[in-house]
């Protein structure tokens, strides 16, 4: 089973911070239409893992200008704009499921899970609006940016197997992104030393295209009830994933069937099997810690403290999966 967050050490120290967070995001659909604050409960009835959240308290302890209010207004500025693009994720993707939990487009419908997911865009916009460096409103917006283009990219991509340098472009935008603004934001914020912004920022960028790639590999050898998303969706949906990409290196003549869209469910089945005995999903599993030890090497120049300590367990929680 997942370790819960309880049992995770490197939340600990932000815990307060971390439940404060909890409350207001259950508070965000007051004032709001009926239906916004029903699907809002939904949404964060269970929160998750809160990693992002995490990372910006724990860069924001690396300066002396700590804020707790001015993060915390950060912290759920980023966690709204991530749980947006998920609902608006969910729309394309027609996806039925998220955290074992059904998305608000299953919930709902397709036109009430757009108009939520802009809503909650709206609300991470005015809490960016009023943080007091123009810098982090301008990681914000260009974090949202770079969220659009990835996902633009995604659906409007030619139907053939991407390229492994076209794989990494997308996540870099649609994952990675994110991490970094999170790092780098909550950093900024606290006023901490450029170098260690920086050190912060390439951390968040390896992390985040580590836990992708992470997520890849699951989708096509994790468990459901542990993954939280149904194994083998990126294949039924023809979204191919480096894994696929690895393993059509060494089987040419899966490539086509990778990308192809409303597949049967038994041809997926058949998909998961040719995947796995391949040296695809172990290749990935490679890259993917590999991107893991270019996360750590990059806190090197930070400070020694707990902060620091609690930064690189989540680097090795995020690949513990694919260990």
């Known amino acids: 089973m997942q370790a819960t967050r309880g049992e995770l050490s490197f939340y600990s120290i932000v815990e307060p911070e971390?439940?404060?967070?909890?409350?207001?995001?259950?508070?965000?659909?007051?004032g709001g239409h009926p239906t916004f604050q029903e699907a809002v409960t939904h949404l964060f009835s269970s929160s998750g893992k809160l990693l992002r959240p995490t990372l910006v308290f724990l860069a924001a302890r690396f300066g002396p200008g700590h804020d707790r209010q001015v993060i915390l207004n950060l912290a759920e500025s980023l966690e709204l704009v991530h749980t947006a693009s998920l609902v608006h994720d969910d729309i394309v993707d027609r996806a039925d499921l998220r955290r074992n939990v059904p998305t608000v487009n299953a919930t709902w419908s397709d036109d009430v899970a757009l108009i939520i997911g802009d809503y909650l865009f709206a609300k991470a916009y005015a809490l960016?609006?009023?943080?007091p460096k123009p810098e982090v409103i301008a990681i914000v917006a260009q974090?949202?940016?770079?969220?659009?283009?990835?996902?633009?990219?995604?659906?409007?991509?030619d139907a053939g197997l991407p390229s492994e340098?076209?794989?990494?472009?997308?996540?870099e935008l649609k994952t990675a992104s994110l991490y970094a603004a999170c790092c780098q934001g909550g950093a900024i914020l606290a006023d901490a030393?450029?170098?260690?912004?920086?050190a912060l920022g390439a951390f968040g960028t390896s992390l985040g295209l580590a836990f992708q790639i992470t997520d890849d590999v699951l989708d096509l050898v994790g468990h459901e009830d542990e993954f939280g998303k149904t194994v083998g969706r990126d294949l039924a949906e023809g979204m191919a994933t480096l894994p696929m990409i690895y393993a059509a290196e060494e089987r040419p003549e899966l490539a086509p069937r990778f990308v192809a869209t409303q597949k049967a469910a038994d041809e997926v089945r058949e998909l998961l099997r040719a995947v796995r005995a391949t040296d695809g999903?172990?290749?990935?599993?490679?890259?993917?810690?590999?991107?893991?030890?270019?996360?750590?090497?990059?806190?090197?120049?930070?400070p020694a403290r707990v902060e620091r300590e609690a930064l690189l367990e989540i680097a090795d929680f995020v690949v513990s999966r694919v260990r």
Request: negative net charge; hydrophobic residues 45%.
């Open 281 to 302: 999903v172990e290749r990935a599993r490679k890259r993917a810690l590999a991107l893991h030890d270019d996360a750590t090497r990059a806190l090197d120049g930070l």
């Open 193 to 198: 030393d450029p170098e260690h912004v920086a």
């Open 18 to 30: 971390l439940r404060e967070l909890e409350r207001r995001l259950k508070d965000v659909g007051r």
């Open 143 to 157: 974090t949202v940016f770079a969220l659009c283009d990835g996902e633009l990219e995604e659906v409007i991509a």
């Open 165 to 171: 340098r076209e794989y990494f472009e997308r996540i």
């Open 128 to 131: 960016a609006a009023v943080l």
